[in-house]
């Protein structure tokens, strides 16, 4: 959103900013919702029903993850210049059509295929959704709800791999038209409660909001920084299920790993973080969750069994409930209003960069630790990753953490 842009929503009155506020949680529910049945099984069903490696179904999901994020600045631009209303609602359409299209892929090229069209969905509504929260809310509501979102989230993630699981003894078709269906209902939840900003008779140029960003140097070197915690924190949706199916031989272990990460999330997310920023600034506490992935990440590799590794996740969870809003606040906080979409949308490419990576290497050191009997390998990589990320975060936030102190002491 362009400042005219943000100006306007501030002239919503207080009844339609909190309307259009809710409406962004209902939707969060079924965006989350709809990935989270879908995509954890993504590497599950590939690579043990239809037989794809599973450095080539990480692949697939490296291509949909460098597309998505690669393009999402491309949709933050639009945002600005459009507005976000109308890129969402482009967005969840393109996103049905490809998880739709997932029902059918039977092989690499048409996995490939479907995979480029959701991500180009996500590339449309991500950054015009998180831009949208960033414009209706400030920097005193702003935090609190970013916990409601994320404990929204955690629900979401809780529910989602539970109903793809059930789904799925009946056929990956359904799933994939039910997730469907959570995106072609945001398209109507969108039109009818999100609102409506007016736009400036005449956009900002294109460049304006890429000049912007580029004077922001603590952005970009946050932007950069987060590159290295996504390639650790997308495992998730590859190493993770993989392992998971491994350790115990049945897919239903993927359900109750993430039952277990999601319900953590339900149960911590909210309490936690605002205990955590009552005694830590959000740089510290950022920081700190992403030491404990890390931690529990490198765990793994010394774990034999699926108790062992829940144990692990348990960890892992945690420390990812910790970064969720607290990365979501510090960006939104260094993002300049008068091209908010662009911002947000520059902030994708960390995930874009690090998750892709992530999930090609993730999948790579899988059949690598498999082939070689290191079964350390993998998790030793991404716990040492993901403690340069920490420590390279706690560089560039210090400052930033100083003064957020001060003034909560002040």
Known sequence: MSIEQASASTQLSEAARRRGLNGLLVYTFFMVTGFAMLMPLVAVHYVNDVGLAAAAVGLALAVRQLTQ???????????????ARRMICL????????????????????????????????????????????????????????AISNWVSGVATTLGPLLGVALLHFDFRIVCLTAAACFALNFLIALRLLPQVEMPPQPPPLRHGLDLVRGNRPFI???????????????????????????????DSVGAMFALSAGL????????????????????????????????????????????????????????LMTRP?????????????????????????????????????????????????????????????????????????????????????
């Open 326 to 410: 607290t990365q979501q606040t510090l960006i939104a906080g260094l993002a300049d209003p008068r091209a908010l979409g662009t911002f947000l949308g520059v902030s994708s490419l960390s995930l874009a960069v690090g998750g892709g990576i992530g999930n090609i290497a993730g999948g790579w050191l899988i059949d690598l630790s498999a082939a070689r009997q290191w079964p350390w390998l993998p998790w030793s990589v991404f716990c040492l990753v993901g403690l340069l990320s920490a420590a390279g975060l706690h560089w560039a936030t210090r400052a930033r953490g100083r003064i957020e102190a001060a003034a909560a002491h002040s």
């Open 221 to 251: 070197r946050l932007v950069g920084l987060m590159m290295l915690y996504w390639f650790v924190a997308v495992q998730i949706n590859i190493s993770f299920p993989l392992l998971a199916q491994r350790l115990t031989g049945s897919v």
């Open 91 to 146: 967005g969840v359409l393109l996103r049905a059509a490809g998880f739709a299209s997932l029902a059918f892929a039977a092989d690499l090229p048409v996995l490939l295929a479907a995979m480029v069209l959701s991500a180009l969905g996500g590339a449309m509504f991500e950054a015009p959704y998180q831009a949208s929260i960033a414009a209706l809310t400030d920097e005193g509501s702003r935090p609190r709800y970013y």
């Open 69 to 83: 994020q690669g393009l999402a600045l491309l949709g933050g631009v639009l945002s600005d210049r459009f507005g």
């Open 265 to 320: 999330t339900v149960a911590l997310q909210y309490g936690l973080v605002r205990w955590l920023e009552k005694h830590l600034s959000s740089a510290q506490v950022l920081v700190l969750g992403v030491t404990v992935m890390s931690l529990a990440a490198g765990a793994i590799g010394f774990v034999a069994d699926f108790a062992g590794f829940l144990v692990c996740v348990a960890g892992f969870s945690i420390g990812a």
